[in-house]
């Protein structure tokens, strides 16, 4: 039973997914968008797959740095260096490098990437998004163009950063 009071076919159908261990989770809009080939971006040295990993990896960070909570880790709790502040110096790290990661994405892509990656919206609910009219298509498509493009940039980070450490 993967929801309460749902069989396995409608759990499918509004987009569960059955993982290892018999665990129901809800797929979200990033691995939406790289199975209805969204991804995809002709002339580019990367792939779709390559993007979605960049985009999974932005929103670790963001979890892991704590950025989901409302009262994150005070920064003078991270100077002091005792062995039971270990998992404050993980969080210290990867929120620094979720910063450093958004800095690497242009102003114009970052609303899209963050509200795709880390809000879990689609495009075509975004503000302004309503209508079906060609306007409203066009600008979906515009933007689904900036999210691979700032995926790209995201991933030419992260790249690099794979580079440095080895």
Not at 21 to 30: A, P, Q, Y
Not at 62 to 85: A, E, F, H, P
Not at 143 to 149: A, G
């Amino acid at each position: 039973m993967p929801v309460k009071g749902m069989s396995a076919a409608t759990a499918k159908r509004r987009g569960y997914v059955l993982e290892r261990g018999g665990i129901w989770r809800k797929r979200t809009v990033l691995e939406k968008y790289y199975e209805d080939g969204y991804l995809e971006l002709s002339g580019s040295p990367f792939t779709a797959e390559q993007r979605k990993k960049a985009g999974e990896i932005l929103l670790r960070d963001y979890y892991l740095g704590n950025y989901d909570k409302l009262q994150s880790v005070k920064m003078y709790q991270c100077r002091i260096k005792t062995t039971g502040n270990v998992g404050v110096e993980r969080s210290l790290y990867y929120k620094e490098r979720y910063l450093r990661a958004i800095k690497s994405i242009p102003y114009e892509f970052w609303s899209t990437v963050y509200k795709v990656c880390i809000e879990d919206v689609r495009v075509d609910e975004f503000e302004g998004n309503d209508d079906n009219s060609l306007k409203s298509k066009n600008n979906n498509y515009c933007l689904k163009v900036f999210l691979c493009l700032g995926l790209e940039r995201l991933l030419k980070f992260y790249l690099q950063k794979c580079k440095k450490s080895s």
